[in-house]
């Protein structure tokens, strides 16, 4: 029963920021689960971008975002962030969050095979 639902999309200029919010609904309590965030553009797979652990003490990301983008979580919110700043346009793409059950370790956290629920989708469009 966990849903997740993503908001905070939509169309800005590059260097640009965007902050993506990931609600939890329902009965699913986050912090009970390591999130990530993962992103699909047209033509492409989709691919890892940042996560999050379980505590927060742990984030990862993907080369291409390191240093732009941060990862958050708050669990009394029941919600996890995406800060995007310095937006280019090969940052256009649906954004997804992803929760995982059993995801302690780095590699099982860049996985998107690992995560058990995912979100619709946001989407992110940066113009040049």
């Not at 966990?2 to 609904?25: I, N, P, T």
């Not at 999130?35 to 940042?50: L, S, T």
Request: hydrophobic content about 30%.
């Amino acid at each position: 029963q966990v849903r997740l639902v993503e908001s905070g999309g939509g169309l800005v200029q590059a260097g640009g920021s965007l902050r993506l919010s990931c609600a939890a609904s329902g009965r699913t309590v986050i912090s009970n689960y390591a999130m990530g965030w993962f992103r699909q553009a047209p033509g492409k797979e989709r691919e890892f971008v940042a996560a999050i652990s379980w505590s927060g003490s742990n984030t990862y990301y993907v080369d291409s975002v390191k240093g732009r983008f941060t990862i958050s979580r708050d669990n009394a919110k029941n919600t996890v962030y995406l800060q995007m700043n310095s937006l280019e346009s090969e940052d256009t793409a649906v954004y997804h969050c992803a929760a995982c059950e059993y995801c302690s370790s780095r590699d099982y956290l860049t996985s998107l095979r690992r995560y058990n629920y995912w979100g619709q989708g946001t989407q992110v469009t940066v113009s040049s």
